[in-house]
């Protein structure tokens, strides 16, 4: 079965802080593509990083980075220096054939002053 | 924002009714992706569609069917409601089919099925 694991419903840090979001996944492809989402009470899903699965380098973008170990199929978010607006529910996901896309179950997010 | 919109934003419905949800890609974006997420989940792949024909479906029955028109917009039909169709639906669009190209993903229409 093609799924995504998040083990962590839920978590909170301090503004400033340094967070990581675990993400574990299950696939047969040989290529894939995985992506951390965030979801703010907007309920807009706005794309915070992608990976390619053939690429050894870890993505990184700005505040956000990503752990990539693909033996192990895992697929962690690092958030530096997080900020207030970084509260959101965080979505790992990855695509199965050509575009489909598979998501966990979130981690909720929350940023506290 | 990502330049996908949705309407309407909320809607109730009743058991037994049909409903059509409305969704509009980003100019130049070929393929929209529909995605259905139930409260506390994350989204499920409902069906995609690419040029105007349904590309890919999810484990979704016939009465979830699709469009897709020339003009960057598409809708999401739902027949026969039941109490568990009650959802976030959210639409997504990308530039085409392949799994290099991002889904953008407009707001969403919570749908209330009573």
């Known amino acids: 079965a093609q799924t995504v694991t998040q083990s962590q419903p839920e978590m909170s840090v301090q503004e400033a802080e340094t967070v990581t979001l675990s993400c574990t996944y299950d696939?047969?492809?040989?290529?894939?593509?995985l992506f951390w989402y965030k979801q703010p009470p907007s309920r807009q899903m706005i794309l915070v990083i992608r990976?390619?699965?053939?690429?050894?380098q870890n993505a990184t973008e700005n505040r956000f980075s990503v752990n990539f170990q693909k033996a192990a199929k895992s697929f962690s978010l690092k958030i530096s220096d997080s900020q207030l607006g970084d509260t959101a529910m965080y979505f790992c996901?990855?695509?199965?054939?050509?575009?489909?896309?598979?998501f966990g179950q979130g981690t909720r997010l929350t940023i506290n002053p | 924002e990502t330049g996908v919109t949705q309407s309407p934003t909320h809607l109730i419905k009743t058991r037994g009714q049909q409903v059509t949800l409305r969704c509009s890609s980003q100019?130049?974006?070929?393929?929209v992706s529909w995605y259905q997420q139930a409260l506390g989940q994350g989204p499920q792949f409902i069906f995609q569609?690419?040029?105007?024909?349904?590309?890919g479906r999810g484990n979704f029955p016939p009465r979830f069917s699709g469009l897709q028109f020339p003009n960057y917009s598409s809708e999401l039909n739902v027949n026969a409601l039941e109490l568990d169709d009650s959802a976030l639906y959210l639409c997504?669009?990308?530039?085409?089919?392949?799994?290099?190209?991002?889904?953008?993903f407009g707001p969403g229409t919570r749908l209330t099925v009573l």
């Open positions: 997504a669009s990308s530039l085409d089919r392949w799994s290099t190209d991002t889904q953008y």
């Open positions: 696939t047969s492809e040989s290529n894939y593509y």
């Open positions: 990976q390619e699965a053939y690429k050894q």
């Open positions: 996901a990855f695509t199965q054939g050509a575009q489909k896309l598979v």
């Open positions: 100019s130049g974006h070929n393929t």
């Open positions: 569609y690419y040029r105007e024909e349904e590309n």
